[in-house]
């Protein structure tokens, strides 16, 4: 694996990649990273000729300072993982190599309602951060293939519409979500709490499974307002939001109607952390 820092020594590496007609796949984290990252590396391993993994820790994107401070960094270790899954570029930029004029004057992206629905009215400004630091490395890593995990469904769909708004031929792949074996979606953020909490979290999965096994039987504003009550009584703090979507366009949804797929999504604090997943179901 070749580690690079500046923008201007990995551009001239991929562009010998891309003489030589290579398809790159890429892989882009904030690091601390788990089996969730490396099923996105292992899919692109799989569909490209060299894969490509950035690791940057993104200021724009964090609405909350505290969670931009505690974000947890694991560099040494991320490093051994990535020689291990044979990754070919590590892409590890400083925020002046990506923001070379500061993180105050950046582009903005039209992202409609997407932007100002569950995450973006929890997180305002979240998915602007995440265009501008996703756009930054697109254009300096020219992938074939762009791999993102499912446990962010939001956010792919917000990266959806960045290439397709900015005309990026670049194709996405999403990956399902990684779990724990009893269910907990794996997050770098799950390190901050203890066993005990990891356990309690787990009512998110359960949460989103009594949706899905439920979906036909009651009404989905019982759904998800027992959802609510089923966190809040068991261990979490604060609900932002049990909702349930269109898994296309992520508009809420009232009732059921045959043939139409659903993603069932959770935004929950297990103090002091907050925690999200989501579950499709069709
Ligand atoms: P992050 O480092 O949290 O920004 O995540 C980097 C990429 O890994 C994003 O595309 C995430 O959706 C993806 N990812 C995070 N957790 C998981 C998981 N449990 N399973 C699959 N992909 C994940």
Same mark, same amino acid.
């Given at each position: 694996m070749i580690l690079y820092k500046t923008v201007q020594d990995i551009r001239s590496q991929i562009k010998t990649l891309k003489e030589k007609n290579q398809k790159i796949g890429f892989v882009p984290t904030m690091g601390a990273l788990h089996e969730g990252h490396l099923s996105l590396i292992r899919q692109s391993k799989q569909h490209a000729d060299a894969t490509v993994c950035s690791i940057f820790v993104n200021p724009t994107q964090f609405n909350d300072i505290k969670d931009f401070e505690k974000y947890p960094i694991t560099i040494e270790k991320d490093i051994m993982l990535l020689e291990r899954e044979k990754v070919d570029i590590l892409f590890l930029p400083t925020v002046a190599e990506i923001y070379p004029d500061g993180t105050k004057e950046v582009k903005h992206y039209e992202l409609g309602y997407l932007e100002n629905i569950l995450e973006g009215k929890y997180r305002p400004g979240h998915f602007q951060g995440v265009c501008q630091v996703v756009h930054r490395l697109l254009e300096i890593v020219q992938p074939d293939a762009l791999f993102m995990g499912q446990k962010d469904y939001q956010q792919c769909m917000v990266i959806k519409k960045l290439l397709e708004i900015e005309h990026i031929n670049t194709n996405l792949i999403i990956v399902p979500t990684k779990r724990e074996e009893d269910g907990l979606a794996l997050s770098? #953020? @799950?390190? #901050? &709490?203890s066993d005990d909490a990891k356990e309690e979290a787990l009512a998110i999965y359960k949460t989103l499974n009594h949706i899905k096994n439920n979906i036909q039987l009651a009404s989905f504003e019982e759904l998800t307002q027992n959802g609510e009550a089923y966190l809040l009584n068991n261990g979490f703090s604060k609900v932002d939001y049990v909702s349930i979507a269109d898994? @296309?366009? &992520?508009e809420p949804v009232e009732k059921y109607v045959a043939g139409q797929k659903l993603v069932a999504l959770i935004a929950a604090f297990k103090d002091p952390v907050r925690l999200i997943d989501n579950m499709t179901i069709n």
């Open positions: 770098s #953020r @799950n390190v #901050r &709490l898994a @296309n366009t &992520l």
